[in-house]
């Protein structure tokens, strides 16, 4: 089962890279969440039932994770509008995309969430199943956030 | 950028590749980043108190105490841990519902009965404890003033606690409104 579960999350640990990413500013916090992801979904792996999709389970439980895991609120330091003059040589993220992830985090935690699935090509009813959220309050949201969004994105 | 161009960057994003063999890693409960630092502090406390358990009854006067004041100062004790133990597994295991709603929802409710057993067992450790050592001794003036400033420390700490309760509650609350 623990070799099946690692081919799993090997083939789709970009979604774990991208919720950590998104949902925490620092390198060491993102390493955290991503090693906090990857535990819950081992522990969650022996009832996945292969229902939905296993890039479904992996961004309910991510997700999950990255909200359920209570922070002391920080001062926020990333969020200055000049990117560093050398990229990051571990990770290679490049200008637009650490653009992308600095747009993204100035959303709140329900925000990040609804507008990753968005942005990952979910249905409106998927999104609705993960969240919670009745399919018609998932346009509602995600029109507000795209719209907050453009003006994030206009200020740059 | 506009909102498609974030589309195609989200998709193509977190080009990052661990092997099978850093994942691995990152299973076992003894590399968990918080948990470690949870077990810690409990292995340090379990010690120190048990420690303390043994040796109270001979080294701080138990024998002289009433009978009550020993059983109250090794109930709050086990309580202590106790709470310290609900405080792992409940790190272990943030809640996972079905949905995200649901899941902070649980979350809320879960917190708040930990919360209250948390404060409670405090309170009776810090209590059990004073009353212990201030049972059948002599009262001076200066043992008054030490008992007040040692009061009014256990005051200031419960109600940080307190605080800080409140906050993370209030913090999952708001999360599950914004849903």
Known sequence: ?156 | MNIDDLKSGWQNAGGQSLTEKELEMMTKIQNHPSLKKVRLKFIIEATLLTILLFVYYDGFDGAEKPFYVNMLLVVSILMYLTNNLIGYFFTKNPVNAVNIKQSLARQVDTLKKISVFSMLSSIIYGSSLLLFLTSEIAFTQRKYIILAGIVIAFALLFYYSFINWQRKIAHFKLLEEEF
């Open chain 1, 1 to 156: 089962m623990e070799k099946i579960f690692l081919q799993t999350i090997k083939e789709h640990q970009n979604i774990i890279h991208k919720i950590s990413r998104m949902y925490r500013n620092t390198k060491e916090d993102q390493q955290d969440l991503f090693q906090e992801i990857v535990f819950q979904l081992w522990r969650a792996f022996p009832g996945f039932r292969q229902e939905s999709k296993v890039s479904t389970w992996i961004y309910r439980i991510a997700l999950n994770t990255a909200i359920a895991v209570y922070r002391k609120s920080k001062v926020n330091i990333s969020l200055s509008d000049d990117l560093p003059e050398h990229a990051d040589l571990e990770t290679d993220i490049s200008e637009q995309e650490e653009l992308m992830y600095r747009a993204l985090r100035q959303l709140n935690d329900s925000e990040k969430a609804l507008i990753s699935l968005y942005l990952e090509d979910y249905s409106y009813q998927e999104i609705a199943d993960i969240t919670g959220i009745s399919e018609n309050y998932v346009g509602v949201r995600l029109n507000r956030i795209k719209e907050k969004l453009k003006s994030i994105l206009n200020q740059k």
